[in-house]
């Protein structure tokens, strides 16, 4: 293992960097980052209880636009760690996070050069035809597409395109969100949402904000049978305590699209369900209304119904079919919900909208959970404060590990998440939790596994819209520093998506004959990959591929899956009598066997079974 590292580290050194960047000065204007074409969002409406459309998977690549941790003290109640975290270097304590959206770079330069660190292969190997050419058939521009594979452990470059030229990697943003989590905030650090009560009769409630990034509605409502459970049967009035995140709730560049997708969601300190509800119809008789109900189910939100049951074999245009609107109206909220329904979907179809204050709905609901256990709010409008020092904690729900949610973030493509977590990275650093302050650690982060100065452009932490940019060889070289180090390693590959098993590569690379662990990234002018070809006994090629054009996203995602078939096909184990070897092109080392292959049969005078489909 030590030989294996000495190699990674000969090949982190191919560019210099430096470990210990510099973020600009305070007030410092915004760098610019080049435009991309605007991009409109393809729409899609999973079934209920479904992922939120996070990835990538339906959004588009252009531009929606509250407690004090003072240094040297522990954080404020409802910050448990089971996990020590190892610190990073310690950044400024800043006061608060004004102004617009600011770009953070690993640092303000770069050489062009600097951020390829892979020199394309020096012979024009077999492997490298066959994926030029299918980037020649593809009628894309050649600086349309950057493209770098390595393999790991040899370190052998099998290809090299664009490899220095900075792209919007669209949801593959996501990879260094997740390494600087595990990096900073350890694996087993869970964040516990905590109800406390004024002493008294009657005493006021307090509900406080830990900023979990995967509370739940069945959290929520576990907290208030908590309460229940105590013997609680009235309070004065329910406050909030959502201190610990500053005020700024749209992620940066989510301002360069208006709408109610759930996929754009706001984060909040007590934010639930990620930020989104569920609207589901289910058709009744043709011509008459469908049948509402959200998930989860609640009477925060009033619904209008304006939906329509289709007849049967009616084929719906796409303007036609379900579609809602939410917005805030007499002190709660209101679901406008439009569109034919087709009469033999019982099972319903859905749309998930993005929430316009988390926090205050997630406030509702509780009250509304408080109330159906037979606790009286005696004040029916709710507000800001903490609790006193004297106040009793009467309930309190932890999350999951951060392994666990990155898991969740990275997998399933959950922007909510991972802005959530952004925000969550500020802890010790910054008095007020902020995008800013988080992903200053995410950048440092990015430099400490090999990311190049300026390779690496951050405006948020999911890859929504036109924010962020990372050459592919930056890519590459981080995800191969990964490999080498013990305390993110497992965790961070397991997050990822497995080709036709999970998250959102369930549905590709079906017929890959190697399992590829990836990210994916969807924009409608970017698709996007970028992750591991599993070899076997610990061995990867580590690749990149950046596709940025004009409309197509789907189009481009085909072209993606081709590429990777190339590569997988290439560097498959080649079984042979009395040995092992990866493909002609992978440079693996064969294995002599002194045995008969395991998988070779003894001869038994019955022909082998065919294998199943």
Not at 360 to 388: D, H, I, P
Not at 517 to 536: E, F, H, N, P, Q
Request: with cysteine; net charge positive; glycine share 12%.
């Amino acid at each position: 293992m030590n030989r294996l590292r000495v190699v990674i580290l000969a090949l982190l050194l191919c560019c210099s960097f430096s470990v210990s960047p510099s973020f600009g000065q305070e007030g410092d204007p915004p760098k610019v980052i080049p435009p991309v074409p605007e991009e409109e969002d393809p729409g899609l409406t999973p079934g209920p209880g479904g992922p939120v459309p996070g990835d990538g998977s339906a959004q588009s690549g252009k531009s929606e636009g509250k407690g004090d941790v003072e240094a040297g003290k522990e954080p404020p109640d409802g910050h448990e760690q089971k996990e020590e975290a190892k610190p990073l270097p310690e950044l400024p304590i800043e006061e608060g996070e004004e102004g617009g959206e600011e770009e953070v770079a690993v640092e303000a330069e770069a050489k062009p050069d600097r951020c390829a660190c892979y020199p394309a292969p020096e012979q024009e190997t077999s492997l490298v035809k066959k994926l030029s050419k299918v980037i020649s058939t593809s009628k894309l521009k050649s600086d349309e597409i950057g493209m770098v594979a390595v393999t790991y452990p040899e370190g052998d470059v099998l290809f090299a395109h664009n490899a220095a030229q900075l792209y919007n990697p669209a949801s593959v943003t996501k990879i260094f969100t997740s390494v600087a989590v595990l990096k900073a905030l350890g694996t087993g650090r869970r964040y516990t949402t905590k109800v406390f009560q004024e002493a008294g009769e009657c005493g006021a409630l307090v509900l406080q904000g830990a900023g979990d990034p995967g509370l739940s509605a069945s959290a929520v409502g576990k907290l208030a049978r908590q309460v229940v459970q105590t013997g609680t049967k009235c309070a004065a009035e329910l406050k909030y305590d959502i201190s610990l995140f500053d005020s700024k709730n749209l992620p940066p560049a989510y301002e360069q699209k208006q709408g109610n997708a759930g996929y754009r969601a706001k984060t909040g300190a007590l934010g639930m369900e990620y930020g989104a509800v569920w609207v589901n119809a289910y058709p009744t008789r043709p011509g008459e209304p469908g049948r509402l109900e959200t998930d989860p189910p609640t009477g925060c939100i009033s619904l209008v119904n304006k939906t329509t049951t289709a007849e049967p074999g009616e084929k719906i245009p796409a303007d036609e079919r379900l579609s809602a609107t939410i917005a805030e109206k007499g002190g709660g909220l209101q679901v406008v919900a439009r569109g034919r329904i087709p009469v033999k979907r019982t099972n319903g179809v859905s749309v998930s909208l993005a929430l316009p204050d988390p926090d205050m709905f997630t406030v509702c609901y509780f009250a509304e959970q408080l109330k159906m256990g037979g606790v009286v709010l005696r004040k029916g409008t709710f507000s800001a404060g903490r609790a006193s020092s004297s106040a009793a904690v009467v309930g309190q729900v932890p999350g999951n590990s951060s392994a666990s949610d990155v898991v969740e973030m990275s997998r399933n493509s959950r922007n909510y998440m991972a802005e959530q977590m952004v925000k969550l990275l500020s802890e010790g650093r910054c008095k007020q939790y902020s995008f800013k302050c988080g992903l200053k650690v995410v950048a440092k982060v990015a430099s400490e596994f090999g990311v190049e100065q300026g390779c690496l452009k951050l405006k948020n932490g999911s890859g929504l819209y036109d924010a962020n940019r990372v050459s592919p060889g930056a890519t590459v070289k981080f995800l191969l520093s990964v490999l080498t180090n013990d305390e993110v390693q497992r965790t961070f590959v397991k997050s990822l998506a497995v080709n036709g098993k999970s998250g959102t590569l369930h549905d590709r690379l079906r017929k890959s004959p190697l399992p590829v662990l990836a990210k994916t990234g969807t924009l409608d002018d970017v698709s996007a990959l970028a992750g591991y070809i599993d070899r076997k006994g610990g061995q990867y090629v580590a690749f990149a591929i950046y596709v940025n054009v004009d409309g197509g996203a789907v189009r481009h995602r085909k072209l993606i899956d081709d590429l990777v078939m190339v590569l997988a096909d290439a560097v498959k184990p080649v079984k042979k009598k009395g040995k092992v070897s990866s493909g002609k092109d992978g440079r693996s080392k064969e294995k002599k066997s002194g045995k008969k292959s395991g998988s070779s049969r003894k001869k038994s005078g019955t022909k082998a079974p065919k294998k199943g489909r």
